[in-house]
């Protein structure tokens, strides 16, 4: 079964989610990430120049087979034709159809009260299908 995991009170998804991924490229996982198309576009941007020093591969799963094959990192609207199945982190606000064939599901919750009323609908959701939920809530690790 898939492992889901919500990381709350996250102040900026998208460079909270750059390091996460700097992170997973680090660690040689494949990951897959899911949001709306202008989310994506802005964390395809924000890839190329959050860190002067490191690069994470990436792109569209719309690119050329050869070069996703080869790309560590995913950026997907729709997980359909996704070409492996290990990690899932979703920007987005919905439940992304087909998240259960994942190995590892991330879930990245921001302070704002729309993102938090989404992230419970969808927290319900998994729950209510009997997934294990494991909550990361960022405000618990931040020095007062």
């Given amino acids: 079964m898939t492992e ?3 990381h709350f009170n996250v102040p900026d998804k998208l460079a909270y989610g750059c390091r996460l991924l700097r992170k997973a490229c680090g660690s040689g996982a494949r990951v897959v990430v ?14 190329w120049t959050f860190s002067a020093l490191e690069f994470v591969p990436h792109c569209q799963l719309t690119a050329p087979a050869a070069t996703v094959a080869a790309t560590p990192v995913l950026l997907a609207q729709s997980l359909e034709a996704c ?13 992304p159809a087909g998240f259960e064939r994942f190995e590892r599901f991330i879930e990245l919750v921001t302070l704002a009260d729309d993102d938090r009323a989404a992230a419970r609908s969808r927290w319900k959701h998994y729950a ?7 909550r990361h809530d960022l405000a618990d690790t931040r020095m007062p």
Avoid: C, S, W
């Fill in 4 to 6: 889901v995991a919500f």
């Fill in 34 to 47: 899911t949001a709306e198309p202008e989310l994506l576009r802005r964390l395809d941007q924000m890839l």
């Fill in 128 to 134: 209510d299908r009997g997934y294990a939920i494991k």
């Fill in 83 to 95: 070409p492996h199945h290990e990690v899932l982190v979703n920007l987005g606000q919905q439940v």
